[in-house]
């Protein structure tokens, strides 16, 4: 694989995890070559890693850990038992001007910028601390959110866990019942709320789905309106003034390490989304290593992550705070007027690290943008992506934009441990195309079938040690059932996570995608991100989702979304076919390749794949997909009727 960057000595010497180096020298007598090395103590003896990662970053519990690692099992592990302490304290030990957050809003103008101080951000929090706490608001309690990611979100936040409540979030592009199948489960207390918001130019009125979700929550002791869209809030309704009236000082219930800080939720596409329980200990002490010590972020950097409320990367952001560093909020279409939009809230702000997915890069690489010639991006020293696979000309691209080399950390772990697993690392050279290392003390490796670890071989995404962040418990799952189905039912005590992964005797990787959605033609199993990086650099194919249909080696069946003006004809499909031939192998060349107007995906932007291809075995759509757990539902039915129609079913 081609290196697209390598970091320089002073690079090297300034960035934190030398520093975190220098400090397990001087305070523990620990002496490490490089990077590998470091990560294989990290995940042999993870009493003294997180014990070394509480202390270098000067972690506060007002009471004192009598273990690390009490239990060392999956699922069950138990973490730093005896300790007290609050995730909002942490978020909140900064008072003074530097900015915490920094937004901007298509709803609000996207000429606009609004800016909250550290200070300002404390006194936020305790008005809406304090309001809460009058609505009855106490410890345990629930709080959820049908807010986009602004400013008033996570002050709304960082105030029901600074009581030690917990909070849960859905985007107010989520439909009624994709909301309700997810805060039903809470029985929440308070719900939160705005009345609409703008998108691509338009907009979108959510008053009578806000009646819908109330209506469903019968737990509800008050709802809170936020005017986004409007300016007026029903009278029978809170309004976000009247919640944060009254002055207050701000104070922080503290709580056991394990004690719920907020419920994630799977995307659900069959059956109820599975609520994930993450501690106030666990989520604290996993982004403090991963941001610092990977993202190489701290106190002076403008962290920026593309993300709605309804997706773990807007918790995963939230994790700036704890380092004193800067939030950088967007909310809207990263698409209007332009794909520039993202690039010029860079500018403007002076971002540090621009976090995005991988198909939001490859739209900019299709569409010619070169923002990199065309604005001031020279504070610009790290891109993220995650979401998807990153090509390797989406990461040559990245560098090609910008006119000098910058590293790019593809990152891949999951809303289930809400961080990366699989990381990027500031010792380590950047290769197109791969994942720099597995993160700090997680086990991650590549399993047979037979639960047999591989090097330089693609396998099955597993997590063979505990981590803090993994999931407390499932909401309302006694024993452990649905936990343990859903994560340790193939390897016993073993995470399955479910990815196909190659690790490099480098120690860098690629992953193959969902190993759920495994294709398998002459034998050979093939992951669908492979696919995907061949058909969408294609200049004719915008998206793509690719299926086996049938038992045994079925039909391979691509569906790929064309760019404007362009006929899925035969000298397309030959094109079609002619690079995947060249590219991967004559196993690759789809038996059937069809044209839709839009791929199906989750709420989160990730294709539904699986569903899909339960849908074109003949499986009815109410058995195959939950529809509120899609983001489109039409393209499903215009799916399967193009499957239909080309006389295959």
């Known amino acids: 694989m081609e290196t697209i960057w390598r970091p320089t000595p002073e690079a090297v010497a300034k960035a934190r995890i030398t520093d975190y180096l220098r400090w397990l020298a001087r305070e523990r007598g620990l002496a490490f070559d490089d990077y590998a090395a470091l990560w294989r103590w990290s995940v042999a003896d993870l009493d003294a890693f997180w014990a070394s990662i509480w202390d270098y970053f000067g972690v506060r519990a007002s009471r004192p850990y009598t273990a690390v690692l009490a239990r060392d099992a999956m699922p069950g592990a138990e973490w730093f038992p005896g300790a007290e302490l609050s995730y909002a304290e942490h978020a909140l030990s900064r008072r003074d001007d530097h900015p915490a957050l920094v937004a901007r809003s298509e709803t609000r103008g996207l000429d606009a910028t609004a800016t909250l101080t550290y200070a300002e951000l404390a006194a936020e929090v305790a008005r809406v601390r304090a309001g809460l706490a009058a609505l009855g608001v106490r410890r345990g309690d629930r709080v959820v959110a049908y807010l986009p990611n602004i400013p008033e979100t996570v002050v709304a936040f960082l105030a029901t ?39 691509g130019g338009r907009p979108f009125d959510r008053s009578a789905e806000v009646g819908e979700i109330e209506r469903a929550l019968p737990t509800l002791a008050r709802s809170v309106m936020l005017p986004y869209l409007g300016d007026r809030v029903d009278p029978a309704r809170m309004s976000w003034e009247a919640l944060r009236a009254e002055t207050a000082s701000l104070r922080f219930e503290q709580v056991p390490f394990a004690h719920p800080l907020w419920v994630l939720y799977t995307s659900g596409t069959t059956g109820l989304p599975k609520g994930l329980v993450h501690g106030h200990g666990g989520i604290l002490l996993e982004h403090l290593k991963s941001l610092a010590l990977h993202n190489d972020l701290g106190a002076d950097d403008r962290f920026f992550w593309f993300t709605t409320t309804g997706w773990m990367m807007w918790n995963y952001l939230l994790g700036i705070l704890p380092l004193g560093g800067t939030a950088l909020l967007f909310d809207g279409n990263p698409g209007h007027p332009d794909l520039g939009t993202l690039w010029r809230f860079a500018a403007d702000t002076r971002m540090t690290y621009f976090g995005t997915s991988a198909p939001f890069i490859h739209a900019c690489m299709k569409a010619g943008i070169t923002p990199g010639r065309e604005l001031d991006l020279g504070a610009l020293r790290a891109v993220g992506s995650t979401g998807a696979p990153l090509s390797s000309e989406g990461f040559r691209w990245v560098v090609e934009m910008l006119g000098r080399p910058i590293p790019v950390g593809s990152v891949s772990g999951g809303t289930d441990l809400c961080t990366a697993f699989v990381q990027s690392c500031p010792l380590l050279p950047v290769r197109a195309g791969e994942l720099q290392c597995a993160a700090l003390g997680a086990k991650v490796e590549a399993y047979t079938p037979e639960g047999r670890g591989v090097v330089d071989a693609v396998g099955e995404l597993v997590i063979t040690r505990p981590m803090p962040s993994m999931p407390t418990t499932l909401w309302n799952d006694p024993g452990m059932a649905r936990y343990r189905s859903s994560y340790f039912e193939m390897y016993p005590g073993v995470w399955r996570h479910g990815d196909w992964i190659r690790f490099t005797p480098q120690g860098s990787c690629v992953i193959y995608g969902r190993s759920d959605a495994t294709l398998n033609r002459g034998g050979v199993r093939m992951g669908t991100a492979e696919f995907y990086r061949v058909v969408e650099e294609l200049p004719e194919v915008r998206d793509s989702l690719v299926v086996e249909v049938g038992e045994g080696e079925g039909q391979l069946v691509l569906f790929v979304v064309l760019a404007p003006h362009v006929a899925l004809d035969d000298d397309v499909r030959r094109r079609i076919a002619v690079a995947l031939r060249r590219e991967l192998s004559p196993r690759h060349v789809p038996d059937r390749i069809l044209a839709v107007a839009e791929v199906p995906k989750t709420l989160n932007g990730k294709k539904l794949e699986v569903p899909v291809k339960r849908l074109l075995q003949g ?23 193009a499957y239909r129609a080309a006389g295959v079913a």
């Open 619 to 641: 499986q009815p759509l109410s058995g195959a997909v939950s529809e509120g757990a899609v983001a489109n539902p039409a393209s499903l039915t215009a799916l399967l009727e």
């Open 161 to 199: 866990a600074s009581l030690g409540a917990t909070w849960a979030s859905c985007s107010p592009d989520f439909g009624t019942r994709a909301v309700v199948d997810r805060f039903a489960q809470l029985e929440p207390k308070v719900l939160l709320a705005v009345d609409g918001y703008r998108y």
